[in-house]
């Protein structure tokens, strides 16, 4: 069963930095394109970054040139390093993932969320 174990929430200062990581463990043949996301109280879930297989990456407009999402393929994990933070980043990140499982069927999984808490 493939799970995703996310780390690096907390709570910090306005300009501060965090650095996310999430893990995927389990049978998967080959991840594909990989996000985060957040879901600030009261609001929808919006999408912070994605990076592609070949670490194409996107961002947000509201996180460009504060977040840096990256990849290590070798240990199936995903990061986001956040830097210059604001309270308005304070949210429920989660990452997700787009994989091909090994019967080569095309899924995506959720990681169950860190807090990250931006006081001012």
């Known amino acids: 069963q493939v799970q995703l174990v996310e780390s690096g929430g907390g709570l910090v200062q306005a300009g501060g930095s965090l650095r996310l990581s999430c893990t995927a463990s389990?049978?998967?043949?080959?991840?594909?394109?990989m996000g985060w996301y957040r879901q600030a109280p009261g609001k929808q879930r919006e999408l912070v970054a994605t990076?592609?297989?070949?670490?194409?990456?996107s961002y947000t407009d509201s996180v460009k040139g504060r977040c840096t999402i990256s990849r290590d393929n070798a240990k199936n994990t995903l990061y986001l390093q956040m830097s210059s933070l604001k309270p308005e980043d304070t949210a429920v990140y989660y990452c997700?993932?787009?994989?091909?499982?090994?019967?080569?069927?095309?899924?995506?999984?959720w990681g169950q969320g860190t807090l990250v808490t931006v006081s001012s």
């Open positions: 990076i592609t297989s070949d670490g194409s990456t």
């Open positions: 997700k993932i787009d994989y091909r499982s090994i019967s080569s069927r095309y899924l995506d999984i």
């Open positions: 389990g049978i998967i043949f080959r991840i594909n394109a």
